[in-house]
């Protein structure tokens, strides 16, 4: 859909149910559709919604940065502390999506967003170390989701 279409969607939704909380999130990464994330937050504002976006933290672009200042909260998904897991769990078409989404997390928190940082509490994850990582990369929260294997 275009920022216009989902824009529609947000503003029917609010009246509607006059719920305020919306969700950024696809079956893909929404940063991969950029250019509609943007408009979208750009033609909602004052729609009374209050948005989350969840995202891998991979490719993001200048205007993404520049429109966290519409976003409440930005969660990062961050399944590793290190390249190796990452790289073994994610399975990254390009290589460089670790750093990519460390040095986004970085950067978002240095924009002021409210950066949440998750990972999975899996046997094979530690994350402890997620955690620490998460906070040296300037992530405001930190939250695990839990693991049935």
Excluded at 14 to 42: H, M, N, Y
Excluded at 90 to 99: S, T
């Amino acid at each position: 859909p275009s920022g216009r279409e989902l824009n529609d969607l947000v503003r029917d939704w609010v009246d509607k149910t006059g719920a305020q909380s919306v969700v950024i999130q696809g079956e893909g990464d929404p940063l991969a559709a950029a250019d509609v994330v943007c408009e979208t937050l750009r033609l909602a504002q004052g729609s009374g919604a209050q948005f989350r976006l969840n995202t891998l933290g991979v490719g993001a672009t200048d205007a993404i940065f520049d429109a966290l200042a519409l976003v409440e909260t930005v969660s990062v998904f961050l399944p590793a502390a290190d390249v190796s897991k990452y790289d073994e769990m994610l399975r990254p078409r390009e290589p460089g999506a670790f750093e990519d989404a460390c040095a986004f997390v970085r950067r978002a928190a240095a924009s002021g967003a409210h950066v949440e940082v998750t990972a999975v509490d899996r046997p094979d994850v530690d994350v402890a170390a997620v955690e620490a990582l998460a906070t040296s990369l300037g992530a405001a929260q930190f939250r695990t989701r839990s693991w049935l294997g």
